[in-house]
């Protein structure tokens, strides 16, 4: 099982950006996904999940109206897009399947500051 996100980055507060998760070695459409991230000196937090259909979503408070979660099952990819972007949201952005025993990508860093 693999999953490697990519598509972080810097951007200035109001911006925009959109991380993708790669995934392979498990069947992909079958299972839900999630995005979670971590900030420096904080617990990881769940963002954004979607079920493996793409049709139920589930978003934490903070980023309600402003993460979209979608997903391309043809691809094997889940994607959160970014919008209104906050210095809050700095954090390490990790996908997350939600196979059997889990499993989770190495992270991808989100800096938001002007």
């Known amino acids: 099982v693999q999953l490697v996100e990519s598509g972080g980055g810097l951007a200035q507060p109001g911006g925009s950006l959109t991380l993708s998760c790669a995934a392979s070695?498990?069947?992909?459409?079958?299972?839900?996904m999630r995005w979670y991230r971590q900030a420096p000196g904080k617990e990881r937090e769940l963002v954004a999940g979607?079920?493996?259909?793409?049709?139920?979503?589930e978003y934490v408070d903070s980023v309600k109206g402003r993460f979209t979660i979608s997903r391309d099952n043809r691809k094997k990819t889940v994607y959160l897009q970014m919008n209104s972007l906050k210095p809050e949201d700095t954090a390490v952005y990790l996908c997350?399947?939600?196979?059997?025993?889990?499993?989770w990508g190495q992270g991808t860093q989100v800096t938001v500051s002007s």
């Open positions: 979607i079920d493996s259909a793409g049709g139920v979503t």
């Open positions: 070695g498990f069947f992909f459409s079958v299972y839900g």
């Open positions: 997350s399947a939600r196979i059997p025993g889990g499993a």
